[in-house]
């Protein structure tokens, strides 16, 4: 992978958030010598803001314990372990002066771990411009089917057709699982179990969000799951869906204001649809706009659609005398503005704001577009809310369940597509089965 598709881009202040895993740093407030003080550490600086985490194991105040590599490296991979499963998008540095430890960090966390994986599969893979992973062939099915028969090859039995409705802990410690199945209800035994029964987009597929019920008549805490990556209702008029529902709209930069105050911004393209936006670039920005919509009612999503022009040139060209051309002419001879962004334009903006050329230079760099409300949870690509994070240990395991783990997008997480959730989803399932084989 490219080194610019990893790194943070620091053209603007960020903020790293310090996680010292170890019982002597410099300032006692910074410690976390245990599990439950580095998951509350990570969970603070992310629920804060911060843009990125620096793990360490190994204090450099003057005196301190001298510390092995092994216990250096269980140190650094239960810190950088809670960030990947509370703030699995944001990058990660680890503060180490041993080759052994920053190479088991990198073989353990590294970003190629997926494609390796594919690559062990036969299905060969490469990073796309906007640092995605794709197969090369483009298509999922090769990689599940391959995946499948490996799986059954290994021994593994799959049951389909089966809806887990019930868990019960037996008196020696074991689980009875219940199971609707096509032949009537079904129970099985088990030492330990992992539960990865999704969220709650897609329902046709099997993710109905169904297991919340369930589980919080066993007392797990679970947080309401809403739509992530998903698009948002626009009120279009009906011009706007007749002609170019369907239709990309590229090259653009979007922003909103998360619930901190702060801009976000990003680069793309999207796609107009007959009842508002979907796409790429709304997914990126659709945590910050859903939660500005929950609190507020609304939100406004700006779109810059000449980012390649500064303000003062946009100003210049669309205040350049037209002559006879119509407005349309104008600016797509002057600036390119044409089809989809011109309609826009003209559907967001009043006559006068597009006869008054400050008002529309100011509108071409950044034009509001109301959003009413997230399209339903059952159109997004993924979900948030889930299993809280406070109710897991470090191996993942529901601390008033022992034995019985959770993985996947049943977790409390914004579920980050492109690449990251197929890579969340595999990092939390193999933590919660290394998990049930420890406790065996």
Not at 206 to 224: K, N, Q, T
Not at 261 to 287: D, K
Request: aromatic content about 6%.
């Amino acid at each position: 992978m490219k080194t610019e598709n990893i790194l943070p881009d620091l053209t603007t202040p960020r903020v790293m958030a310090i996680v010292n895993v170890t019982p002597d740093s410099f300032f006692a407030g910074s410690r976390t010598p245990d599990a439950e003080a580095i998951e509350r550490r990570v969970r603070e600086a992310a629920d804060a803001g911060c843009d990125l985490f620096d793990v360490g194991g190994y204090s450099s105040r003057p005196g301190a314990a001298e510390v092995t590599s092994e216990e250096e490296w269980r140190r650094v991979e239960a810190g950088v372990a809670a960030v990947r499963r509370i703030a699995p998008t944001l990058p990660v540095s680890v503060d180490t002066f041993r080759a052994e430890v920053a190479r088991r960090v990198l073989e353990t966390f590294g970003p190629d771990a997926v494609r390796a994986w594919m690559h062990g599969l036969g299905i060969e893979s490469f990073v796309g411009s906007s640092g995605r992973v794709f197969p090369v062939g483009m298509k999922a099915a090769p990689l599940l089917r391959t995946w499948l028969h490996r799986l059954r090859e290994s021994g593994v039995g799959f049951h389909v057709r089966h809806r887990w409705c019930g868990l019960e802990r037996l008196v020696d410690g074991r689980y009875r699982l219940d199971f609707q199945s096509p032949d009537g209800e079904r129970n099985e035994e088990a030492d330990g179990v992992v539960l990865a029964t999704g969220g709650g987009s897609w329902a046709k597929l099997g993710s109905d969000g169904r297991w919340i019920a369930l589980l919080e008549s066993l007392g797990v805490p679970v947080a309401p799951l809403r739509p992530a990556n998903c698009g948002f209702d626009v009120r279009w008029s009906g011009y706007l869906r007749e002609r170019f529902a369907g239709q990309p709209v590229k090259s653009v930069v979007a922003s909103c204001i998360d619930r901190d105050g702060r801009e976000i911004r990003r680069r793309g393209e999207f796609v107009v649809t007959e009842h508002g936006v979907e796409g790429s670039l709304i997914y990126a920005l659709s945590a910050p706009l859903r939660d500005a919509i929950d609190c507020t009612g609304g939100a406004r999503l700006m779109l810059d659609l000449l980012p390649d022009h500064d303000v003062q040139r946009v100003r210049d060209e669309v205040a350049r005398p037209r002559g006879a051309r119509s407005l349309s002419s104008h600016l797509q001879s002057r600036l390119g503005l044409k089809g989809l962004k011109m309609a826009l334009l003209n559907e967001l903006l009043s006559r006068e704001a597009m006869n008054d050329p400050t008002a529309l230079a100011a509108a071409i760099k950044a034009l509001p577009i109301p959003l009413l409300a997230p399209r339903p949870l059952d159109e997004a690509i993924s979900s948030a809310g889930g299993v809280v994070f406070e109710a897991l240990d470090e191996k993942l395991m529901i601390r008033d369940l022992p034995g019985v783990f959770c993985a996947g997008e049943m977790l409390d997480w914004e579920a980050p597509t492109g690449g990251y959730l197929l890579t969340a989803c595999l990092a939390s399932g193999f933590v919660a089965g290394r998990g049930v084989v420890e406790q065996s």
